[in-house]
């Protein structure tokens, strides 16, 4: 069975203070590595799809790197707006279907 | 572009009652498509999916149903709501055949209160 596993749960920043999220997997065969970034009240939004160990994704503040066991969600000199849940999610090579993690409850204070 | 659409946004129901809620793709013909349900906030748990009109595959057993009346169109019901029933319904849709690597991508989702 895929698994899932997000840490912190919660994490609270400084503007400006860069950190990481972790998302630890389990999967048979890894399709793709997925990162959301959810509003409150709101669905899901698309960040970054990694495919293969070594692979890495930017945008604006936030990369995204990949490897075979887990991926990273660096925050540099993150603002008020970065504030969200992030999600990561997993698809296997033989089902389009994501599993989640529980997310990460990303707080950033001016 | 392509967009989904998902309604009520927002309702409040009593135990016992039925439940309709609707969700719409644009701008993509043939997607697969998702129900999600997230508590409290949290994980998503997935419901059902399907491939094509009238197939659904269902993930938990439950007390939802799905059905797919038409290619773009997904809806999730129930005869008799429960109290467990609350929550926050995502809809969700992607292109290509199941085991293909493409992006799912949600609508803005339903919360449903059960009272």
């Known amino acids: 069975e895929d698994q899932v596993t997000q840490s912190p749960e919660a994490l609270r920043l400084q503007e400006g203070e860069s950190s990481s999220l972790n998302c630890s997997y389990t999967v048979s065969g890894l399709r793709g590595l997925f990162w959301y970034r959810q509003d409150p009240g709101k669905g899901p939004e698309f960040l970054f799809t990694l495919y293969s160990a070594g692979e890495e994704k930017e945008k604006e503040r936030l990369k995204a790197t990949l490897t075979k066991k887990e991926s990273f969600l660096h925050i540099t000199a993150p603002k008020p707006e970065d504030s969200a849940t992030y999600l990561c999610a997993v698809q296997a090579i033989w089902g389009g279907k994501l599993t989640f993690g529980q997310g990460t409850i990303l707080t950033v204070h001016p | 572009s392509q967009t989904i659409h998902q309604w009520p946004a927002t309702l409040v129901q009593p135990v016992g009652s039925p439940l309709s809620l609707e969700c719409t793709v644009e701008?993509?013909?043939?997607?697969?498509l998702y129900w999600y349900r997230q508590a409290a906030g949290r994980g998503l748990q997935l419901l059902f999916y399907?491939?094509?009109?009238?197939?659904i595959s269902s993930e938990v057993p439950q007390n939802l149903s799905a059905s797919r009346p038409q290619d773009r169109q997904f809806i999730l019901s129930s005869k008799k709501l429960l109290l467990s029933d609350s929550g926050f319904y995502l809809c969700?849709?992607?292109?290509?055949?199941?085991?293909?690597?493409?992006?799912?991508?949600f609508g803005e989702g339903s919360w449903l209160t059960v009272v």
């Open positions: 399907s491939v094509g009109i009238g197939q």
């Open positions: 701008g993509t013909s043939n997607p697969n």
């Open positions: 969700a849709w992607n292109n290509g055949v199941l085991d293909s690597g493409n992006t799912i991508y």
